[in-house]
Each structure stands twice: as structure tokens, then as C-alpha cells.
């Protein structure tokens, strides 16, 4: 498939480069002005031509037989932003895309089923991927050319996007018959993805060992991570390390956890004054980040460093908890309790401008503290920092830190002062799955830490989602100015479920263990994978696109598959009802072997077979006051654990027959289905979970 790929990027002869001209102003109105996504608002007043994706475009490809060009990217996405000025706002690469193509703009964040299926077969074609996603299609939807961000003009030999869109017309006047069957090669590959291969036991011990040693082949023991350039936080094998720490002993995966949380809340990566972590460091010292921030990352980030603090009760982890979680409050939350899905890279069009310094404009705000601060986070007349727009002083510098100390006043004042630069842009959709990945960051940390405004959070954005993101019992994926749409995908209800069972256990509402359970069912109704067990992403109610896709491996976040299987498997610990367990184990064998090559690229279904494996516990408090018990099970690590009350407002099997002892509020632990006697102070419960 990539030798076809080559052979059409080889007739692709460059063109001249057109000259330059004065860029000119222009009033457009496309399609996409009636659409609430951000991503497709900031595309409205293109001279192109934009359709949503949808029948109206497909039905004029069909109808008009041109190719489709399929452009897919998110709101916060800097070479997005940096294809749209280039090309989709000039007039000559309109102009040549409407009279050729039929143009369709899809935000990958509201579509993650059309983004798959497109990705998946870039990458397959072109063995590369990332935003924006451009793909050529036939007017049936099957992809036959794709790439990511393409520059106007030809550079260094290689084809801008003007001479690929001239060189794909001329191929589809004259070489149909060869792009048709490219596009029927790769509409097979995307079937055959969807296909379960050899489902079967899965040996743990060896897969444990295995992931073990991928994570410490790929381990960078100098700054900490997991890849040398650029470095992502890779949350999940983080997870799965403190696991695999506590079940091993082995003290070097504990050591890697350590090192890579450290080095993080060190770097550039995370915001110094504002808390929060940006999505990925460019380089490969945490330094140079690339500055748009996600929720996802923040959330999954958040609940990693909040297990390393149980786990060492180190107070840098908490604290990086606290800021984190207290950015999400102050500049991700709408009025309503939903959190926002994501802030720009750029700042008045410019990558990183909002948070860089330089010495003149630290001193204007630290006057004589200046020096001090300025050792402390690296900002030097030199700068650490290139920017990629010409344009920008080079003497600009990303705050990390160099040298430790106390200087949470002068944070402050530099905090106060960024905060009257012009913010970046702010994607503020609210989408189910992310949004029940913060709750479940603010519930555990809201228990864990007794932080009570982490847990309302949880709670006010849990209420707002129950009830303005379902509609008929089913959930919507995302909503934006008050209308919310697209019927949920797999990870949606995954994520939702799993976060109920956090907030049960942080709240003891016993309305949210039902939830989670009335959510598990609905997803095996609308995504189970009847012949091979596992969940596809889509529900059977999805509009009917060219493949049905399962997922091939975990991203930036989770897996659906994995995360559902570990909620299954803690639902079983709740009821013991057979049933949880017996899907949980048919969602594992479906992976057998994805996990028996690469269970790094599987990290949260790790997380989950470590549960599986065992052994996992059962704690139930019951009496007059469960305070300073509950406070002991909170402040441990206890990753394969399930809590509850056993205060006569919730109907779970696991509480039946848990009373106080003679009156005194006990702790009832049970492992492997066999329970010890029940302690009714603090101290002999810390004895009994070490």
C-alpha cells in the first residue's frame, strides 16, 4: 500500500513557486458558519468552500464526480492554524479547490470515528500521521492519497499543496482507474482492522514482563519519559508502573515513575505560574513544550501525580495535584460545571507568546527580585526558546526551573501580570469522555487530598452531563452555547462509567454506582462486538461509514476497551455478579494479540489485567463515624481497590451484612473472596492493608 502511495507522490513534479503577492482581505461565508464546533467556526469565513462532513457533500461528489479533499484538525491545533493561513485563506487555493474538489472540514474532537478511519489509513498509506490530516477521497469515502500539514508552495523538493491538488486532478481526469483501486486496497486494510485477530487466553506474567521491559527499554534516564525527541508524558505506563512497583518490588519501576514525574513538574511542560501541563515537550529536556493544553492530559496527568503522592506522600505531587486541578477550576470551567476541552498553543497568532519572558519585562513586573527569579526559571538575554514565526525577538525564554527555593510570592506577582496578556484561544466545547476524565482526576483527589471543592467540582460536572448530555437514556458527545449533539461514542460511556464509580466512592451517593452500571449496560447493547468480544467505537446507531473500527492502540488517552474492562472487573468486586467479570475476560481475550507484541501500546489495559491478576480488595466502613477510617484508606495507595458505606443509602451486595461492632464505626476488608475480621480503629486498619 505505501509503494502505491510513492508511486503517486513520484509523478508529483514540482511546481514553480508563484510570486509573491500582497495579502488581501476578503468577506466569505461558507457552510461552517452554522456549525457550534470552534474548530469548524474558525474556518466559516474561508474562501473555500467548507461542507460539514454529512450527505449534502457526499451527494454533490457523487453528483458532480470529484474527489472529496478531507481536512481534519481541532481548534487548538497550531499547524492547523498554520495550513488555514497559508492555503485555506488564500483566494488562488480556494478558488482551485471549489471548481476541483469538494472540500469537507471535520473537527477531529467531535468525530473521533471519522478521524480514526481517515488516520488509520493515512498512516497505512503514508506511514506517518498527525493534525491536520488531509485525505483525498472518492465520492464512496474511501481515502486514496493522504498526508498531514502540507506548505503552499514546494519546498526542499518536496510538493506544496497547490501541486498535489493540480497533480490529484489530473490523475483523477487521467489514472481512475489506478486511484480507484488504491482507494479499494485501503477500504479493505480499514475492514480488516475492524477484525478481531486470534482472540484467546492472555498470559499475564508474561505480559506484565513484557511491558515491564518495553518501558524500560524506552525509558530516558536522564530526564525521565519514555521517548528521547519530542517527549509525550505517556500517563498510562506511568500508571501501570506504580502497579507493577507495588505487585513486583522492583524498585527501578518506581525509580522511572519517579524520575519522569519530577523532571515533568520541573519543565516547560508544565506551566510554573499557572499550573497545568501543556501536551508534549518538543524537545528532549521537558523544556520546550508545545504549548496548547488539553484536558484529557491534565486529567490523566492529575490522577498519575495524585497516585505517586499516596504512594511516597512526597509533597511536591500533591502540590502539582493542586495546581492543576485549581487551573482547571479558574480557566476550564463553564458556569454551568462542564470543563472546556482545551487552550491555543498560539496567543495573538503567535505559538507561545502568553507564556515566554524575556529580562526587560520580568523586571518591569519584579523590579529588584528579578535576578533572584530569573536564575531560579532560566530567563536570560539569550533565551532558551526559537520561536518558528521570523518575526519573533529570539531572546524569549520558557520558564522551568533551574535552582529550588521558596518563591511563591514572586510567582504570584508574575502570575498576576501574565494575566493581563491576551489569552490564547480557548476551545470551550464540553465532550462527555473528557469531561468524565476530570471528575474522575477531582473526585479521587477531592478524597484523597480532602479537598472538598475538587469533589464538588466532580459533582456539579457530573449533574450538568447527566443531564444536559443525554437525551432517550443515550448519551451526547459533546455540547457547546447551550445545545449539545452527536450521539456518544464507545469512550464516552467508558469514561462516564468509570468516573461514576470515582464519584461513588468519593461521595457514597449511591445514585452514581447505578449510573455506572445503567451506562455499562448501555454500552454493551449499542458497541459490543458480538463475534469476537470487545467494543467497537461507534454504536450500532452511528451513521454507517466505510469501516466499523475497534481500537488498534491506546493514544495520548485511554482506550474505551480498557477502560471498560477495568470498570467491569470493579463492578464484579462490587456485586459479584459473574457476569461483569466473564465480559471483562472476553474484552481481554480480543487483545490477546495486540498485548502479547505490544502491551506498552495497551498501557490502561495493563492497568486493568493488573487488577484482574490480583489480588484486589473489598473495604467496606460502616458506623457512626467513618471519618479517620476512610481518611486511612484514602491516603494509600491501593490501586485494586473498591470502597464503600455502609450508611443505608445505597443497595450494593457488597454492603449487605456490614454493621457497626458494638457500636464502634468498623472497617470490613475482604481479598479473593475471603474476609478478615473487622478493626475499628485507624491503626489496625493501616496494619491490616500494608
Known sequence: MRSLMAALLLLM???????????????????????????????????????????????????????????????????????????????????????????????????????????????????????????????DLKPFMGGTYFPKEDRYGRPGFMSILKRITELWKEK??????????????????????????????????????????????????????????????????????????????????????????????????GGGFARYSTDGEWLVPHFEKMLYDNALLAACYLEAWQLTKKDLYARVVRETLDYILRDMTSKEGGFYSAEDADSEKIEGKFYVWNPTQVVEVLGKDADRFMKAFDVTPRGNWEPHEESIPKNQSVLHIVEDGDFSDLKKKMFEARSKRVRPHLDDKVLTGWNALMISAMAQAGAALDVPRYRDAAVRAAEFLLTAHRKAGML?????????????????????????????????????????????????TLFWDETAGGYFVSAKSHESLIARMREEYEGPH???????????????????????????????????????????????????????????????????????LLKVVRSRYLPNKVLALADGKASIPVLEGRTAVQGKTAAYVCENMTCRKPVTSPEELEALLK
Open 13 to 139: 513534479v514540482p511546481q514553480d513557486k508563484p510570486a509573491d503577492e500582497k495579502k488581501m482581505e476578503h468577506q466569505h461565508t461558507n457552510r461552517l458558519a452554522k456549525e457550534k464546533s470552534p474548530y469548524l467556526l474558525q474556518h466559516a469565513h474561508n474562501p473555500v468552500d467548507w461542507y460539514p462532513w454529512g450527505s449534502e457533500a457526499f451527494e454533490k461528489a457523487k453528483k458532480e464526480d470529484k474527489p472529496i479533499f478531507l481536512s481534519i484538525g481541532y481548534s487548538t491545533c497550531h499547524w492547523c492554524h498554520v495550513m488555514e493561513h497559508e492555503s485555506f485563506e488564500d483566494e488562488d487555493v480556494a478558488k482551485f479547490l471549489n471548481e476541483n474538489f469538494v472540500p469537507i472540514k471535520v473537527d477531529r474532537e467531535e468525530r473521533p470515528d471519522v478521524d480514526q478511519i481517515y488516520m488509520s489509513a493515512v498512516q497505512a498509506m503514508n506511514n506517518q500521521g498527525g493534525w491536520p490530516l488531509s485525505a483525498w477521497l472518492t465520492p
Open 176 to 273: 481512475r482507474k489506478e486511484l480507484n483501486e488504491s482507494a479499494d486496497q485501503v477500504g479493505d486494510y480499514l475492514k480488516k482492522m475492524s477484525d478481531v485477530e486470534a482472540p484467546g487466553e492472555v498470559k499475564l506474567e508474561a505480559a506484565f514482563e513484557k511491558m515491564y521491559f518495553q518501558s524500560e527499554r524506552s525509558y530516558e534516564p536522564r530526564m525521565g519519559g519514555f521517548s528521547q525527541q519530542p517527549k509525550f508524558p505517556h500517563s498510562t505506563t506511568i500508571s501501570y508502573l506504580m502497579r507493577h512497583y507495588v505487585r513486583t518490588g522492583e524498585k527501578k519501576a518506581l525509580e522511572m515513575v519517579e524520575k519522569s514525574l519530577t523532571e515533568m513538574s520541573r519543565g516547560g511542560i508544565y506551566d510554573q505560574l
Open 476 to 524: 451526547l458527545r459533546t455540547s457547546r452555547l447551550g445545545e449539545a449533539k452527536l450521539n456518544g461514542y464507545l469512550e464516552d460511556y467508558a469514561y462516564l462509567a468509570a468516573a461514576m464509580l470515582d464519584l461513588y466512592e468519593a461521595t457514597f451517593d449511591g445514585k452514581y454506582f447505578n449510573e455506572a452500571q445503567s451506562l455499562v449496560a448501555a454500552a454493551n
Open 558 to 628: 485511554p482506550s474505551g476497551n480498557s477502560v471498560m474492562t477495568l470498570t467491569l472487573l470493579k463492578l464484579f468486586d462490587y456485586t459479584g455478579d459473574a457476569a461483569y467479570r466473564d465480559r471483562a475476560d472476553k474484552v481481554v481475550r480480543s487483545f490477546k494479540s495486540h498485548l502479547e507484541r505490544n502491551p506498552m501500546g495497551h498501557g490502561w489495559m495493563m492497568v486493568a489485567l493488573d487488577h484482574l491478576k490480583g489480588p484486589s480488595k473489598e473495604i467496606v466502613i460502616a458506623g457512626p463515624d467513618p471519618g479517620p
